[in-house]
């Protein structure tokens, strides 16, 4: 069984930075590729940040230069976000793709974490 875990979220005020982690659990689990979304209230969920299985990366552009996704290890997936802005502030979601290894087959899965809740103050 594999599960994936958004943490890091917080209040921080405008300009500040945060790093949220999206980490997979589980036996011999790989994140292959994910993707950061975040949802404000009343509003639709939205892609932020894009990590491709071969390292390519791709941004909202409200957040190009600010944001930075990257891989921190085969099961976690980072999001650095640099000059935070009050309209940041949203439920932050990961969305993880990869595989994991269980009766000696591979499965693949797709999974949503439960959201970190980011709030910036002005």
């Known amino acids: 069984q594999v599960q994936v875990a958004e943490s890091g979220g917080d209040l921080v005020q405008a300009g500040g930075s945060l790093r949220l982690s999206c980490a997979a659990s589980?036996?011999?689990?790989?994140?292959?590729?994910a993707g950061w979304y975040r949802q404000a209230p009343g509003m639709p969920r939205e892609l932020v940040a894009s990590l491709g299985a071969y390292g390519d990366t791709n941004y909202a552009d409200s957040v190009k230069g600010r944001f930075t996704i990257s891989r921190a290890n085969t099961m976690t997936v980072d999001l650095q976000m640099l000059s935070l802005k009050v309209e940041d502030t949203a439920v932050y979601y990961c969305?993880?793709?990869?595989?994991?290894?269980?009766?000696?087959?591979?499965?693949?899965?797709?999974?949503w974490g439960q959201g970190t809740q980011v709030t910036v103050s002005s």
């Open positions: 589980g036996t011999d689990v790989r994140i292959n590729s």
């Open positions: 969305n993880a793709d990869g595989a994991y290894y269980s009766g000696g087959s591979r499965w693949e899965y797709n999974i």
